[in-house]
């Protein structure tokens, strides 16, 4: 049954064994820009869980068994379509999200697109092991195997961009899915699905079943046929999934939280580098687990980088995410404010807040935005490494920025955190950041750049923010398993 889909629907349904499937109770979903309720989406629980790893799980052996470039096939067909329609799929990320309608047809959807087109490039271009045994007259070959139903679960701040980034590996490997959205940003999944519909993606090679983590996610982890799951999102979710997943034995692949680190040192350009850690900090609303939050400046240029910087800050324009010149949209909920300005009050206790919320001038929105989760770019100083605003991931416009004076104290100091999903440096002299690369405890480290991106580069974190990690070769590797053939000729 197809259904046809508008931003002004009322409510989504879960997409099982390839048809829209209506939900039996539903979670208000609101539009960040007006904190007005806009769409319903399913509760979905363990039923509905069931039917989707069922339709999955009769889809595999047929799926697996299809050739690679004929999979391949499918994921550019899936890619053509979304892009065909790229500018609602833009509008609709905006309007579930918060961030600048921009911003989603600049990045988010494009690299949707990118990552379809990427893992059907991929997975033909992997290579395998052999080798002979000439005294023994026989060769070992390896080959790689789907593993079975990949259960998905991806977060907020990057819907589309996310969810996709595990599709595409999932299915190009030859596996099934059924996927998880954050009941928060769910509208452009169902997108999706009707993309996956139109194009004809056989029944039960994809499914998404929408709901709350307590009840869809954890159905899923627990599922005796789901026996790989990716994650995305926060650390202690992370780590409840694996207290559950570790009697079943199943693979995981855990991506997770940050308290990014960004080391300043005085010999750079300091104009540039302003602007680029302003946007490193600030982008998305900060709301990118690879944002730039604690900001460590050599202290013989302390000074003129934080006036410059707040400068830089005060001048994003902060307001209606489908204007062409906001910087920054709404945060993605009420809770999520409340939750940063929670911080702000804290960095009011500890240290100081140069400037944004209680400092600055209140937003002037129009009426229709009154009521929306918009939140001005702060900046904070005068903070102990102890500060809560300084260990904790508050995963939005907040930046602490803190003085260092050795390229020793400021490596030590970046370090001293239980996250280590990636950092920033910037300095003119090559050989000490090639140093402080090597020496900081994070997964990715941008020298004198930030979020360039390779796919066929290892993406992941250390200590807190995750296991495993995800790229052409890495993905490909966990979504199959290795299997040796040894032939006595």
């Not at 993309?195 to 307590?214: K, T, Y």
């Not at 929306?372 to 770019?377: A, E, I, L, S, T």
Request: proline residues 6%.
């Amino acid at each position: 049954r197809k259904k046809k889909h508008r931003l002004a629907m009322q409510s989504l349904e879960h997409f099982i064994n390839g048809q829209f499937v209506p939900g039996k109770r539903f979670i208000p979903s609101f539009d960040p820009s007006t904190g007005k309720e806009f769409l319903q989406i399913p509760d979905g629980d363990a039923d509905e869980v069931n039917q989707a790893v069922a339709a999955a799980k009769a889809a595999f052996p047929s799926w697996s068994r299809t050739p690679k470039a004929v999979r391949a096939q499918w994921l550019h067909k899936i890619a053509d379509q979304i892009e065909s329609q790229l500018d609602m799929f833009a509008e609709a990320e905006s309007k579930d999200q918060g961030k600048p309608v921009w911003l989603a047809k600049a990045v988010d959807i494009p690299r949707a697109v990118y990552n379809f087109r990427f893992f059907a490039g991929a997975v033909l271009y992997s290579v395998e092991k052999s080798n002979v045994l000439d005294a023994q007259q026989a060769v070992n070959y390896t080959t790689r195997t789907p593993v079975g139903v990949a259960g998905l679960i991806t977060p907020w701040n990057l819907p589309l961009y996310l969810l996709t980034w595990k599709i595409a590996p999932a299915l190009a490997t030859g596996n099934t899915v059924v996927a998880k959205p954050s009941e928060m940003t769910s509208l452009t999944a169902s997108l999706l699905c009707k993309a996956m519909q139109d194009v004809g993606l056989p029944p039960g090679v994809c499914n998404i079943v929408f709901g709350l983590g307590q009840s869809v996610g954890s159905a899923m982890v627990l599922h005796p046929d789901v026996p790989l799951i990716s994650f995305t999102g926060g650390t202690v979710t992370g780590q409840r999934i694996s207290e559950m997943a570790a009697p079943m034995r199943k693979k995981l692949s855990l991506e997770l939280g940050g308290k990014n680190p960004c080391l300043v040192f005085d010999d750079v350009d300091l104009d540039h580098v302003v602007g680029e850690t302003v946007r490193s900090s600030f982008t998305n609303q900060g709301e990118i687990c690879l944002c730039s939050s604690r900001i460590y400046v050599q202290q013989t240029i302390f000074d003129v980088f934080v006036e410059k910087f707040v400068a830089a800050a005060r001048a994003l324009k902060v307001g209606n995410p489908r204007s062409a010149d906001s910087k920054l949209g709404p945060l993605v909920s009420k809770e999520h404010l409340a939750k940063v300005r929670s911080y702000v009050e804290i960095a009011k206790q500890e240290g100081k807040v140069l400037c944004g919320e209680g400092v600055d001038p209140p937003l002037q929105l129009d009426d229709e935005l009154k009521e929306g989760y918009y939140f001005q770019p702060t900046v904070v100083t005068d903070l102990t490494d102890c500060s809560r605003c300084v260990k904790e991931e508050i995963f939005g416009p907040v930046v602490c920025i803190l003085p260092f004076s050795t390229e020793e104290e400021g490596v030590a100091r970046a370090n001293d955190n239980m996250y280590g999903l990636s950092a920033c440096v910037w300095s003119k002299d090559g050989a000490r950041a090639q140093r402080v690369a090597r020496d900081v405890h994070a997964g990715t480290v941008w020298i004198n750049c930030w979020m360039l991106r390779d796919l066929n580069m290892p993406f992941g974190g250390m200590k807190a923010s995750g296991t495993g990690r995800e790229s052409a070769e890495d993905s490909i590797d966990f979504y199959t398993e290795a299997k040796t053939v040894c032939y006595k000729l």
